[in-house]
């Protein structure tokens, strides 16, 4: 079982940066792929960013390529994710989820663990 609790969200205007976090308990963080999904209002979860159990070889959708950057601490049970250039349209719900593949997926029925979200508002 593990249990992720997703901070870092606010406010801030499109251009900015915000920087989430998600921390996860126990002591098995190393044996799970992490991604970051995003929802948002009307819309279904999508994809944002996955990197596999040992860093590396992470993934991200078109729509962040090049502004986002996921990345790993295993020594302290957290993932991360550094938004930069924020657009309007980055405005969503994110979440972090663990899931047990290598790799971790493209799609949210690959994940086993999900977080409560964080709220992510970019204003024009």
């Known amino acids: 079982q593990v249990q992720l609790v997703e901070s870092g969200g606010g406010l801030v205007q499109a251009g900015g940066s915000l920087r989430l976090s998600c921390a996860a308990s126990?002591?098995?963080?190393?044996?799970?792929?992490m991604g970051w999904f995003r929802q948002a209002p009307g819309k279904e979860r999508e994809f944002v960013a996955r990197?596999?159990?040992?860093?590396?070889?992470?993934a991200y959708a078109d729509s962040v390529k090049g502004r986002f950057t996921i990345s790993r601490d295993n020594a302290k049970n957290t993932v991360y994710l550094q938004m930069n250039s924020l657009k309007p349209e980055d405005t969503a719900v994110y979440y972090c989820?663990?899931?047990?593949?290598?790799?971790?997926?493209?799609?949210?029925?690959?994940?086993?663990?999900w977080g409560q979200g964080t709220q992510v508002t970019v204003s024009s």
């Open positions: 126990g002591r098995t963080f190393s044996s799970y792929a």
């Open positions: 989820a663990a899931s047990r593949t290598v790799l971790g997926g493209l799609q949210s029925y690959e994940y086993d663990y």
């Open positions: 990197i596999p159990r040992s860093g590396g070889n992470t």
